[in-house]
Nanobody
Framework: QVQLVESGGRLVQAGGSLRLSCAAS????????MGWFRQAPGKQRELVAD???????NYADSVKGRFTISRENAKNTVYLQMNSLEPEDTAVYYC?????????WGKGTLVTVSS
């Protein structure tokens, strides 16, 4: 059974930092592209960042220079370091694992940024 479990979301003030973690089980983690998505109230889910199995990152323009995605294959975990947080970053953040058109999703972790 595939499980992706996100953690690290909480209330933080604007300008602050958070690190989200996503622990994966039930997949051969190192073979998967991993991603972080977010969904704000009333908005569609959007890509925040992803990282290929070859360790190549990609970022949404809105988070470039502020967020960093990384992976630790030995721990089956992907991270999202978020700095200089803005109220517009408030959302539920979801982890995904993708390979050959198949995707798995976590249940999400809530990040709230107060102004």
């Amino acid at each position: 059974q595939v499980q992706l479990v996100e953690s690290g979301g909480r209330l933080v003030q604007a300008g602050g930092s958070l690190r989200l973690s996503c622990a994966a089980s039930g997949i051969m983690f190192r073979m998967y592209d991993m991603g972080w998505f977010r969904q704000a109230p009333g908005k569609q889910r959007e890509l925040v960042a992803d990282i290929t199995r070859g360790d190549t990152p990609n970022y949404a323009d809105s988070v470039k220079g502020r967020f960093t995605i990384s992976r630790e294959n030995a721990k089956n975990t992907v991270y999202l370091q978020m700095n200089s947080l803005e109220p517009e970053d408030t959302a539920v953040y979801y982890c995904s694992a993708s390979r050959y058109g198949t995707s798995y999703w976590g249940k999400g972790t809530l990040v709230t940024v107060s102004s």
